[in-house]
């Protein structure tokens, strides 16, 4: 033990003789500090019930565990369910949720084997049989217009790209991270979604028949099970814990979707933030601002960049604002206290990436807000044919309308050289009876 002493000290001298502690700049906010009334709740409450506590096969995959696997990777199955439910009970603190959860891990618990594992293989055959891996395959695709490429990304890496956007938003406090968790959240994770709330898109494609039923996966107690459906209902469970968070300078503001918040001030003093929009449908948000009494400390609003022509007001006051990063409004903040903030929802045409394919070049795409805009065949049987947008300083001048079908978010006439035509949310489009959709549209 002597012998070691110097050897202690020497490492201690290199490190400065302290801990070395990771320090998140944006911490998420305790349970039951926010509450969704908005667009995004609605997804959210339709995945608890009619997937986490609608047809999850809970019992039918500890079954595997007490058998054996029938396909590749099974194991990850329930974790994954479970993890989504607990997710989503931090969020609701549903009784009947909880309960659901607390059986199925007692349940899966019985199921150790003679080694002490708890596992689909039998014991000769772990860690995961020959050539098994953890993720298996996951795929990415860069040449999102390439014609040769008939798969794009799994609802999986999407939700993992959220996830680890959210870990990176923790430690660096960078508002970039956020714009890249919008932009899935609105469209292709939410666009992966089936309308009755109980499963997940495998992939998603942007142009083609956006959803599909098959993927890596099986029948589970009759219900058809992948690792995409099970990681779906994840993404939605984390965006509560986005939205709003708080820091050491005060509370901060991600997400715009409509819901009250409860956070604590620097000095430990409560706090509502009210947030009232009809966000993503307008770029309009009033924030109300609660202090349980009078304190100086920091509000921060996230930015996007692709808002240019941002209008932020606090109390009527209009406050310089930079796209892609925090507004900080640093003030004495009373009860009765208003933001008001405008972004920029006009409609944003964006050429398609350079791959390696130039048949894939001749592309554009529009962008509203957060929410990328398509053509949908439900609606529309020239979906498909090579239009000219009219644009004008990369901006199209889309009108909203009422949208002509019932599951239709947002629905809006766009101006081409050929007249007006149809666009719609990409997220609400209904693909599960094959009908295609049109995303990166043919430059006429
Ligand atoms: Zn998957």
Redesign the pocket.
């Known amino acids: 033990m002597i012998k070691l002493i110097p050897f202690f000290f020497t490492f201690a001298a290199i490190t400065g003789c302290q801990p070395a502690y990771i320090q998140d700049q944006l911490t998420p906010l305790p349970l039951n500090s926010i509450h969704f009334s908005g667009f995004l709740e609605s997804y959210l409450q339709n995945s608890i019930k009619n997937w986490n506590k609608g047809v999850v096969p809970y019992s039918g995959f500890v079954l595997k565990f007490r058998t054996v696997r029938e396909f590749f990777a099974q194991g990850e199955m329930w974790g994954k369910a479970v993890r989504s439910g607990c997710m989503f009970y931090r969020y609701t603190q549903d009784p009947e949720l909880k309960k659901i959860l607390e059986t199925t891990v007692n349940d899966l618990l019985t199921t150790r084997r003679e080694n002490g594992s708890i596992s689909c293989s039998v014991v000769s055959q772990q860690p995961d049989g020959p050539g098994g891996d953890l993720w298996e395959r996951?795929y990415v695709l860069l040449e999102q217009t390439n014609p040769d490429m008939r798969r794009m990304m799994?609802?999986?890496?999407g939700v993992t790209w959220l996830k680890f956007c959210s870990q990176i938003l923790r430690l660096q406090g960078d508002p970039f991270a956020v714009d890249m968790i919008e932009k899935y959240a609105y469209n292709g994770l939410i666009g992966a979604m089936k309308p009755a709330g109980d499963g997940f898109s495998?992939v998603n494609l942007l142009n083609g028949v956006k959803t599909n039923q098959e993927?890596?996966g099986g029948y589970v107690d009759s219900v058809y099970v992948?690792?995409?459906n099970l990681?779906g209902p994840m993404g939605l469970a984390y965006l509560p814990f986005v939205a709003v968070m708080n820091s050491k300078q005060g509370p901060v503001i991600n997400l715009y979707n409509a819901g009250v918040s409860n956070v604590l001030t620097p000095d430990n003093h409560s706090i509502n933030l009210n947030i009232v929009t009809d966000y993503p449908l307008s770029g309009a948000i009033i924030v109300s601002v609660a202090p349980q009494q009078p304190e100086k400390f920091s509000i921060r609003l996230r930015i996007p960049a692709w808002s240019q022509a941002t209008i932020l007001k606090v109390n009527g006051e209009v406050v310089k604002v930079v796209p892609g990063t925090y507004a900080e409004i640093y003030r004495v903040w009373s009860s009765g206290d208003k933001i008001e903030l405008m972004l920029d929802m006009r409609c944003r045409v964006i050429n398609a990436p350079q791959g390696s394919n130039s048949a894939g070049d001749n592309y554009q795409a529009l962008i509203r807000g957060p929410v990328v805009l398509a053509r949908d065949e439900n609606m529309d049987s020239d979906y498909n044919k090579p239009v000219a947008f009219i644009s004008k300083d990369g901006y199209v001048d889309v009108i909203p309308e009422f949208p002509a079908q019932q599951h239709t978010k947002m629905q809006f006439l766009v101006p081409t050289a050929g007249g007006y035509i149809h666009m719609v949310d990409y997220a609400s489009v209904d693909s599960w009876k094959g009908k295609q959709i049109c995303t990166w549209v043919l430059k006429k």
């Not at 799994?154 to 890496?157: F, S």
């Open positions: 996951k799994e609802t999986c890496v495998y993927g890596w992948t690792c995409c990681n």
